[in-house]
Protein backbone atom coordinates (compact mmCIF):
# COMPACT_ATOMS: atom_id res chain seq x y z
CA UNK A 1 0.00 0.00 0.00
CA UNK A 2 1.19 3.74 -0.90
CA UNK A 3 0.56 6.84 0.67
CA UNK A 4 2.10 9.82 -0.47
CA UNK A 5 2.04 13.25 0.51
CA UNK A 6 2.93 16.14 -1.84
CA UNK A 7 3.58 20.01 -0.36
CA UNK A 8 4.26 22.92 -2.89
CA UNK A 9 4.93 25.67 -0.15
CA UNK A 10 8.60 26.98 -1.04
CA UNK A 11 10.94 25.74 -0.56
CA UNK A 12 8.70 22.45 -0.42
CA UNK A 13 11.70 20.37 0.81
CA UNK A 14 10.62 21.30 4.34
CA UNK A 15 8.22 18.99 4.26
CA UNK A 16 11.33 16.80 5.23
CA UNK A 17 11.69 18.70 8.61
CA UNK A 18 7.71 18.46 9.40
CA UNK A 19 8.01 14.51 8.23
CA UNK A 20 11.69 14.24 10.15
CA UNK A 21 12.92 12.24 6.84
CA UNK A 22 15.54 13.60 4.75
CA UNK A 23 14.45 13.71 1.01
CA UNK A 24 18.07 12.45 0.17
CA UNK A 25 17.76 9.22 1.71
CA UNK A 26 15.74 6.40 1.63
CA UNK A 27 14.57 5.89 5.21
CA UNK A 28 13.30 1.93 6.37
CA UNK A 29 11.70 1.08 9.56
CA UNK A 30 10.83 -2.88 10.42
CA UNK A 31 7.50 -3.29 12.25
CA UNK A 32 5.42 -6.33 13.46
CA UNK A 33 3.76 -6.99 10.23
CA UNK A 34 6.46 -6.15 7.74
CA UNK A 35 7.98 -2.82 6.75
CA UNK A 36 7.54 0.68 5.91
CA UNK A 37 9.51 2.23 3.35
CA UNK A 38 9.79 6.46 3.27
CA UNK A 39 11.57 7.73 -0.29
CA UNK A 40 10.68 11.14 -1.91
CA UNK A 41 10.06 10.34 -5.77
CA UNK A 42 10.52 14.44 -6.21
CA UNK A 43 11.64 17.11 -3.98
CA UNK A 44 12.57 20.23 -5.14
CA UNK A 45 11.77 23.60 -4.05
CA UNK A 46 8.61 24.28 -5.84
CA UNK A 47 6.95 20.80 -5.75
CA UNK A 48 8.18 17.96 -2.57
CA UNK A 49 6.42 14.43 -2.02
CA UNK A 50 7.22 11.78 0.14
CA UNK A 51 5.79 8.45 -0.12
CA UNK A 52 5.16 5.43 2.88
CA UNK A 53 5.20 2.40 1.01
CA UNK A 54 4.50 -0.25 3.33
CA UNK A 55 5.01 -3.79 2.71
CA UNK A 56 2.77 -6.22 4.87
CA UNK A 57 4.03 -10.29 5.01
CA UNK A 58 0.39 -11.95 5.34
CA UNK A 59 2.75 -15.31 6.41
CA UNK A 60 3.95 -13.20 9.59
CA UNK A 61 0.55 -12.15 10.51
CA UNK A 62 -0.64 -15.57 11.66
CA UNK A 63 2.16 -17.68 12.14
CA UNK A 64 2.47 -19.17 15.30
CA UNK A 65 -1.47 -17.92 16.51
CA UNK A 66 -4.14 -20.37 17.87
CA UNK A 67 -6.55 -21.84 14.89
CA UNK A 68 -4.29 -20.69 11.76
CA UNK A 69 -3.46 -23.52 10.62
CA UNK A 70 -6.00 -24.47 7.31
CA UNK A 71 -7.48 -21.06 7.10
CA UNK A 72 -6.44 -20.26 3.72
CA UNK A 73 -8.09 -16.80 3.67
CA UNK A 74 -6.06 -15.25 6.29
CA UNK A 75 -3.10 -16.36 3.85
CA UNK A 76 -5.00 -15.27 0.73
CA UNK A 77 -6.69 -11.91 1.32
CA UNK A 78 -6.01 -8.82 0.06
CA UNK A 79 -4.38 -6.83 3.66
CA UNK A 80 -1.00 -6.77 1.89
CA UNK A 81 -2.39 -4.71 -0.77
CA UNK A 82 -4.85 -1.79 0.31
CA UNK A 83 -4.98 0.96 3.18
CA UNK A 84 -6.31 -0.62 6.42
CA UNK A 85 -5.57 -0.04 9.95
CA UNK A 86 -1.53 -1.15 8.98
CA UNK A 87 -1.17 2.19 7.28
CA UNK A 88 -2.73 3.79 10.38
CA UNK A 89 -0.44 1.75 12.43
CA UNK A 90 2.36 3.38 10.25
CA UNK A 91 1.36 6.56 10.11
CA UNK A 92 1.83 6.32 14.03
CA UNK A 93 5.05 4.51 14.10
CA UNK A 94 6.66 6.52 11.35
CA UNK A 95 5.21 10.00 11.63
CA UNK A 96 4.76 10.15 14.80
CA UNK A 97 5.76 13.29 15.15
CA UNK A 98 4.28 14.58 12.65
CA UNK A 99 1.52 13.11 13.53
CA UNK A 100 1.84 15.19 16.96
CA UNK A 101 1.93 18.51 15.49
CA UNK A 102 5.63 18.96 16.47
CA UNK A 103 8.88 20.19 14.15
CA UNK A 104 12.23 20.56 16.17
CA UNK A 105 13.64 22.70 12.70
CA UNK A 106 10.80 24.24 11.94
CA UNK A 107 7.80 24.76 14.33
CA UNK A 108 6.25 27.15 12.76
CA UNK A 109 5.45 25.68 9.59
CA UNK A 110 4.53 22.75 11.76
CA UNK A 111 1.79 25.01 13.33
CA UNK A 112 0.68 26.99 9.89
CA UNK A 113 -1.70 25.25 7.43
CA UNK A 114 -0.36 25.15 3.84
CA UNK A 115 -1.53 23.47 0.68
CA UNK A 116 -1.13 19.94 0.63
CA UNK A 117 -2.16 16.43 -1.51
CA UNK A 118 -2.28 13.38 -0.43
CA UNK A 119 -2.59 10.21 -2.58
CA UNK A 120 -3.91 6.97 -0.90
CA UNK A 121 -3.27 3.59 -3.33
CA UNK A 122 -5.65 1.60 -2.76
CA UNK A 123 -8.31 2.12 -0.42
CA UNK A 124 -10.97 0.49 0.46
CA UNK A 125 -14.22 1.74 0.52
CA UNK A 126 -17.00 -0.19 2.11
CA UNK A 127 -19.97 2.47 1.22
CA UNK A 128 -18.75 3.63 -2.20
CA UNK A 129 -17.82 6.82 -3.33
CA UNK A 130 -20.62 8.87 -0.93
CA UNK A 131 -19.35 7.41 2.04
CA UNK A 132 -15.53 8.58 1.16
CA UNK A 133 -17.15 12.50 0.47
CA UNK A 134 -19.19 12.20 3.51
CA UNK A 135 -16.12 11.40 5.57
CA UNK A 136 -13.53 13.88 4.11
CA UNK A 137 -14.88 16.62 2.38
CA UNK A 138 -17.07 18.25 5.79
CA UNK A 139 -12.99 18.41 6.87
CA UNK A 140 -12.69 21.04 3.89
CA UNK A 141 -11.01 18.29 1.45
CA UNK A 142 -11.23 18.28 -2.39
CA UNK A 143 -12.04 14.33 -2.33
CA UNK A 144 -11.14 13.25 -6.05
CA UNK A 145 -11.69 9.10 -6.32
CA UNK A 146 -10.90 6.95 -9.30
CA UNK A 147 -12.61 3.13 -8.68
CA UNK A 148 -11.10 0.22 -9.80
CA UNK A 149 -12.65 -2.83 -11.60
CA UNK A 150 -12.66 -6.24 -9.77
CA UNK A 151 -9.92 -7.28 -12.49
CA UNK A 152 -9.31 -5.64 -15.50
CA UNK A 153 -9.63 -8.84 -17.64
CA UNK A 154 -13.22 -9.33 -16.18
CA UNK A 155 -15.50 -6.41 -16.70
CA UNK A 156 -18.51 -8.42 -16.71
CA UNK A 157 -17.47 -8.87 -12.60
CA UNK A 158 -18.25 -5.40 -12.48
CA UNK A 159 -16.48 -2.88 -10.19
CA UNK A 160 -14.76 -3.56 -7.02
CA UNK A 161 -14.42 -1.44 -3.38
CA UNK A 162 -11.27 -0.21 -4.16
CA UNK A 163 -10.24 3.25 -4.67
CA UNK A 164 -7.23 5.76 -5.43
CA UNK A 165 -7.80 8.98 -3.75
CA UNK A 166 -6.38 11.94 -3.87
CA UNK A 167 -7.22 14.58 -1.18
CA UNK A 168 -6.68 18.06 -1.26
CA UNK A 169 -6.67 21.00 1.08
CA UNK A 170 -4.64 23.67 3.64
CA UNK A 171 -4.13 22.28 6.50
CA UNK A 172 -1.44 21.63 8.99
CA UNK A 173 0.05 18.24 7.67
CA UNK A 174 -0.72 17.64 11.36
CA UNK A 175 -4.07 17.43 10.44
CA UNK A 176 -3.66 15.75 7.07
CA UNK A 177 -1.98 13.01 8.85
CA UNK A 178 -5.00 12.88 12.22
CA UNK A 179 -7.69 12.56 9.77
CA UNK A 180 -6.14 9.91 7.43
CA UNK A 181 -5.13 7.88 10.83
CA UNK A 182 -8.64 7.57 11.67
CA UNK A 183 -10.55 7.53 8.74
CA UNK A 184 -8.87 4.61 6.57
CA UNK A 185 -10.28 2.49 9.04
CA UNK A 186 -13.48 3.60 9.16
CA UNK A 187 -13.78 3.30 5.39
CA UNK A 188 -12.13 -0.11 5.40
CA UNK A 189 -14.44 -1.30 8.34
CA UNK A 190 -11.94 -3.54 9.88
CA UNK A 191 -8.69 -3.33 12.07
CA UNK A 192 -5.88 -6.35 12.17
CA UNK A 193 -5.47 -5.88 15.97
CA UNK A 194 -7.87 -6.24 19.01
CA UNK A 195 -10.17 -2.83 19.88
CA UNK A 196 -10.64 -2.45 23.67
CA UNK A 197 -11.40 0.34 26.10
CA UNK A 198 -7.49 1.68 24.79
CA UNK A 199 -9.15 2.53 21.01
CA UNK A 200 -11.94 4.75 23.20
CA UNK A 201 -8.85 6.96 24.37
CA UNK A 202 -6.64 6.84 21.12
CA UNK A 203 -10.47 8.09 19.08
CA UNK A 204 -11.19 10.91 21.53
CA UNK A 205 -7.41 11.98 21.31
CA UNK A 206 -7.18 11.93 17.85
CA UNK A 207 -10.74 12.98 17.39
CA UNK A 208 -9.79 16.62 19.47
CA UNK A 209 -10.62 19.58 18.19
CA UNK A 210 -13.08 18.06 15.14
CA UNK A 211 -14.65 14.28 15.42
CA UNK A 212 -17.51 15.90 17.54
CA UNK A 213 -18.56 18.57 15.29
CA UNK A 214 -18.90 15.97 12.36
CA UNK A 215 -21.97 15.11 10.57
CA UNK A 216 -20.84 11.19 10.50
CA UNK A 217 -19.35 11.24 14.17
CA UNK A 218 -21.94 8.20 15.00
CA UNK A 219 -20.46 6.28 12.19
CA UNK A 220 -16.75 6.98 13.07
CA UNK A 221 -17.36 5.80 16.45
CA UNK A 222 -18.93 3.02 15.47
CA UNK A 223 -16.90 0.98 12.41
CA UNK A 224 -13.18 2.78 14.45
CA UNK A 225 -14.40 0.23 16.81
CA UNK A 226 -15.34 -2.58 15.06
CA UNK A 227 -18.75 -2.13 16.00
CA UNK A 228 -18.81 -2.89 19.10
CA UNK A 229 -21.54 -0.99 20.30
CA UNK A 230 -20.72 -0.49 24.34
CA UNK A 231 -17.08 1.11 23.13
CA UNK A 232 -18.90 3.08 20.60
CA UNK A 233 -21.62 4.22 23.26
CA UNK A 234 -18.65 5.15 25.57
CA UNK A 235 -17.48 7.28 22.89
CA UNK A 236 -20.21 9.04 21.58
CA UNK A 237 -21.34 9.89 25.44
CA UNK A 238 -17.85 11.38 25.91
CA UNK A 239 -17.47 13.38 22.86
CA UNK A 240 -21.30 14.47 23.77
CA UNK A 241 -20.37 15.32 26.98
CA UNK A 242 -17.31 17.57 25.46
CA UNK A 243 -19.67 19.07 22.85
CA UNK A 244 -22.52 19.52 25.27
CA UNK A 245 -21.45 23.39 27.30
CA UNK A 246 -23.28 26.09 25.05
CA UNK A 247 -20.42 28.43 23.46
CA UNK A 248 -22.33 31.35 24.08
CA UNK A 249 -22.69 30.90 27.93
CA UNK A 250 -19.34 29.60 28.48
CA UNK A 251 -17.99 32.60 26.66
CA UNK A 252 -20.21 34.86 28.81
CA UNK A 253 -19.50 33.37 32.27
CA UNK A 254 -15.55 33.24 31.50
CA UNK A 255 -16.11 36.98 29.94
CA UNK A 256 -18.14 37.47 33.29
CA UNK A 257 -15.74 36.51 35.69
CA UNK A 258 -12.74 38.47 34.34
CA UNK A 259 -14.93 41.86 34.10
CA UNK A 260 -15.80 40.97 37.88
CA UNK A 261 -12.13 41.12 38.92
CA UNK A 262 -11.55 44.28 37.10
CA UNK A 263 -14.63 45.87 37.73
CA UNK A 264 -13.30 48.67 40.72
CA UNK A 265 -11.41 50.03 38.38
CA UNK A 266 -13.04 50.18 35.50
CA UNK A 267 -10.49 48.66 33.45
CA UNK A 268 -11.65 47.59 30.07
CA UNK A 269 -13.28 51.06 29.43
CA UNK A 270 -9.50 52.85 30.34
CA UNK A 271 -8.40 50.11 27.71
CA UNK A 272 -10.30 50.41 24.95
CA UNK A 273 -10.14 54.52 25.23
CA UNK A 274 -6.06 54.00 25.56
CA UNK A 275 -6.05 51.83 22.67
CA UNK A 276 -8.55 54.17 20.08
CA UNK A 277 -6.13 57.32 21.61
CA UNK A 278 -3.09 55.42 20.39
CA UNK A 279 -4.60 54.29 16.78
CA UNK A 280 -5.70 57.90 16.35
CA UNK A 281 -2.43 59.25 17.28
CA UNK A 282 -0.68 57.24 14.46
CA UNK A 283 -3.12 58.49 11.99
CA UNK A 284 -4.64 55.09 11.22
CA UNK A 285 -7.39 54.96 8.94
CA UNK A 286 -7.95 51.15 8.31
CA UNK A 287 -7.79 49.26 11.32
CA UNK A 288 -7.84 45.72 11.89
CA UNK A 289 -9.28 44.33 15.57
CA UNK A 290 -7.82 40.71 15.68
CA UNK A 291 -9.45 38.44 18.25
CA UNK A 292 -12.39 40.96 18.20
CA UNK A 293 -14.92 38.54 20.87
CA UNK A 294 -18.23 40.34 21.36
CA UNK A 295 -17.19 43.62 19.10
CA UNK A 296 -16.25 46.07 22.08
CA UNK A 297 -13.30 47.70 20.13
CA UNK A 298 -15.08 47.70 17.08
CA UNK A 299 -18.17 49.77 18.32
CA UNK A 300 -15.79 52.48 19.89
CA UNK A 301 -14.27 52.24 16.38
CA UNK A 302 -17.05 52.65 14.63
CA UNK A 303 -18.07 55.67 16.93
CA UNK A 304 -15.53 57.36 15.30
CA UNK A 305 -15.19 58.89 11.68
CA UNK A 306 -12.02 59.18 11.55
CA UNK A 307 -11.41 55.51 10.90
CA UNK A 308 -12.69 54.97 7.93
CA UNK A 309 -12.23 50.80 6.81
CA UNK A 310 -12.89 48.58 10.01
CA UNK A 311 -12.03 44.76 10.34
CA UNK A 312 -12.26 42.61 13.47
CA UNK A 313 -11.56 38.71 12.97
CA UNK A 314 -12.11 36.07 15.41
CA UNK A 315 -11.99 31.93 15.91
CA UNK A 316 -15.41 31.63 16.82
CA UNK A 317 -18.53 31.81 14.66
CA UNK A 318 -20.54 32.28 17.82
CA UNK A 319 -18.54 35.35 19.08
CA UNK A 320 -18.98 37.18 15.54
CA UNK A 321 -22.66 36.28 15.73
CA UNK A 322 -22.82 38.17 18.93
CA UNK A 323 -20.33 41.11 17.77
CA UNK A 324 -23.06 41.43 15.02
CA UNK A 325 -25.96 41.31 16.89
CA UNK A 326 -24.57 43.47 19.78
CA UNK A 327 -23.12 46.45 17.25
CA UNK A 328 -26.54 46.43 15.95
CA UNK A 329 -25.45 45.64 12.04
CA UNK A 330 -28.79 44.91 10.67
CA UNK A 331 -30.50 48.69 12.35
CA UNK A 332 -27.06 50.31 11.51
CA UNK A 333 -27.01 53.11 9.06
CA UNK A 334 -25.92 51.65 5.13
CA UNK A 335 -22.96 53.76 5.12
CA UNK A 336 -21.89 53.09 8.69
CA UNK A 337 -22.02 49.32 8.26
CA UNK A 338 -20.13 49.58 5.38
CA UNK A 339 -16.76 50.55 7.31
CA UNK A 340 -16.91 47.23 8.53
CA UNK A 341 -16.18 44.04 8.05
CA UNK A 342 -16.44 40.68 10.02
CA UNK A 343 -13.70 37.65 9.29
CA UNK A 344 -13.89 34.38 10.45
CA UNK A 345 -10.73 33.01 11.01
CA UNK A 346 -7.17 32.09 12.93
CA UNK A 347 -4.15 34.51 14.04
CA UNK A 348 -2.17 30.44 14.11
CA UNK A 349 -3.12 30.84 10.26
CA UNK A 350 -1.70 33.12 7.58
CA UNK A 351 -4.70 35.21 6.03
CA UNK A 352 -4.60 37.44 3.35
CA UNK A 353 -7.30 39.35 4.14
CA UNK A 354 -5.18 40.81 6.90
CA UNK A 355 -3.05 42.11 4.59
CA UNK A 356 -2.95 46.43 3.58
CA UNK A 357 -4.31 47.69 6.73
CA UNK A 358 -2.44 50.79 8.36
CA UNK A 359 -2.89 49.47 12.15
CA UNK A 360 -3.74 46.29 14.27
CA UNK A 361 -4.93 46.10 17.47
CA UNK A 362 -4.60 42.49 19.77
CA UNK A 363 -6.46 43.86 22.71
CA UNK A 364 -6.16 41.01 25.42
CA UNK A 365 -5.35 38.07 22.65
CA UNK A 366 -1.95 36.85 23.03
CA UNK A 367 -2.32 35.65 26.58
CA UNK A 368 -4.89 33.35 25.08
CA UNK A 369 -2.20 31.25 22.99
CA UNK A 370 0.15 28.68 23.96
CA UNK A 371 3.13 30.34 24.08
CA UNK A 372 4.46 27.77 21.30
CA UNK A 373 2.08 29.28 18.97
CA UNK A 374 2.96 32.63 19.42
CA UNK A 375 5.93 32.32 16.58
CA UNK A 376 3.07 31.79 14.70
CA UNK A 377 0.80 34.78 15.22
CA UNK A 378 4.22 36.83 15.35
CA UNK A 379 5.23 35.89 12.15
CA UNK A 380 1.37 36.46 10.77
CA UNK A 381 0.89 40.03 12.27
CA UNK A 382 4.41 41.54 11.88
CA UNK A 383 5.68 39.88 8.65
CA UNK A 384 2.54 38.42 6.67
CA UNK A 385 0.10 41.35 7.33
CA UNK A 386 2.61 43.93 8.23
CA UNK A 387 0.64 47.39 9.01
CA UNK A 388 1.85 50.45 9.82
CA UNK A 389 1.34 49.91 13.47
CA UNK A 390 0.55 47.17 16.15
CA UNK A 391 -1.21 48.02 19.28
CA UNK A 392 -0.92 44.83 21.77
CA UNK A 393 -2.20 44.95 25.50
CA UNK A 394 -2.09 42.17 27.76
CA UNK A 395 -2.50 41.92 31.60
CA UNK A 396 0.48 42.38 34.22
CA UNK A 397 0.46 39.73 36.34
CA UNK A 398 2.14 41.55 39.16
CA UNK A 399 -0.51 43.74 39.18
CA UNK A 400 -2.72 40.57 40.05
CA UNK A 401 -1.73 40.79 43.67
CA UNK A 402 -4.34 44.19 44.12
CA UNK A 403 -6.98 42.43 42.64
CA UNK A 404 -8.45 41.48 45.80
CA UNK A 405 -10.97 39.19 44.59
CA UNK A 406 -8.12 37.11 42.70
CA UNK A 407 -6.53 34.40 44.83
CA UNK A 408 -2.89 34.41 44.80
CA UNK A 409 -1.20 33.58 42.27
CA UNK A 410 -4.18 32.55 40.01
CA UNK A 411 -4.56 34.12 36.29
CA UNK A 412 -7.35 36.79 35.82
CA UNK A 413 -9.49 34.23 33.29
CA UNK A 414 -10.04 31.31 33.38
CA UNK A 415 -8.80 30.44 29.82
CA UNK A 416 -5.19 32.58 29.85
CA UNK A 417 -2.60 30.25 29.08
CA UNK A 418 0.19 32.50 30.67
CA UNK A 419 0.21 36.43 32.25
CA UNK A 420 3.58 38.29 31.90
CA UNK A 421 5.46 40.41 34.04
CA UNK A 422 6.49 43.92 32.81
CA UNK A 423 10.03 42.89 31.95
CA UNK A 424 8.83 39.45 30.68
CA UNK A 425 6.14 41.37 28.12
CA UNK A 426 8.92 43.97 27.19
CA UNK A 427 11.47 41.08 26.48
CA UNK A 428 8.88 39.27 24.39
CA UNK A 429 8.03 42.73 22.49
CA UNK A 430 11.15 44.06 21.78
CA UNK A 431 12.53 40.56 20.42
CA UNK A 432 9.41 40.79 17.85
CA UNK A 433 9.99 44.04 17.16
CA UNK A 434 13.79 43.39 16.74
CA UNK A 435 13.04 40.36 13.91
CA UNK A 436 10.22 42.02 12.15
CA UNK A 437 11.59 45.27 11.83
CA UNK A 438 9.68 47.72 14.45
CA UNK A 439 9.91 49.66 16.90
CA UNK A 440 8.09 49.09 20.09
CA UNK A 441 7.12 51.45 22.93
CA UNK A 442 5.21 50.73 26.64
CA UNK A 443 2.53 52.64 28.09
CA UNK A 444 0.24 51.58 31.25
CA UNK A 445 -3.06 51.46 31.47
CA UNK A 446 -5.29 51.87 34.30
CA UNK A 447 -3.91 53.29 37.89
CA UNK A 448 -0.43 52.88 38.53
CA UNK A 449 0.90 51.00 41.91
CA UNK A 450 4.12 52.60 42.58
CA UNK A 451 5.75 49.34 43.06
CA UNK A 452 3.68 46.87 40.61
CA UNK A 453 2.75 49.32 37.78
CA UNK A 454 -0.24 49.00 35.66
CA UNK A 455 -3.10 46.64 35.61
CA UNK A 456 -2.71 46.24 31.73
CA UNK A 457 0.40 46.73 29.87
CA UNK A 458 0.83 48.13 26.38
CA UNK A 459 3.24 47.87 23.28
CA UNK A 460 2.99 50.00 20.45
CA UNK A 461 5.05 48.69 17.45
CA UNK A 462 5.42 51.19 14.78
CA UNK A 463 7.02 49.53 11.54
CA UNK A 464 10.56 51.13 10.26
Known amino acids: MLLTITSSTRPATDLGFLLHKNPAGVRTVNLSFGAAHVFYPEASAERCTAALLLEVDPVALVRGRQG ?3 TADQYVNDRPY ?8 AISQVYGTALGGRSKDRPELAATAIPLEARIAALPCRGGDALLRRLF ?3 GYEVIAERHALDER ?56 WLAQHPERELIARRYLRNQRSLARDALARLTAEDAEDPDEAQEKRDADEAAIERPISL ?45 LDVSHWVLERARRRLGLERMAPMKAARLT ?17 AAALVEV ?72 YSVRFLPVGAQDPELGAPTQMGVFTRG
Open 82 to 89: VASSFLSV
Open 366 to 437: IEHLDPERLGVLERNVFEFARPGTVVVTTPNFEFNARLQQLQAGHLRHSDHRFEWTRAQFEAWAGATASRFG
Open 154 to 209: FPEWGEGPYFTVTLRATKRLADLLTHIYVLVPVLDGDKHYFVGDGEVEKLLRHGEG
Open 68 to 70: AEG
Open 342 to 358: LLHGSLTYRDRRLEGFD
Open 268 to 312: NEQRLAAVVSVLREAGARSVLDLGCGEGRLLGELLDSAHFERIAG
Open 137 to 139: EPL
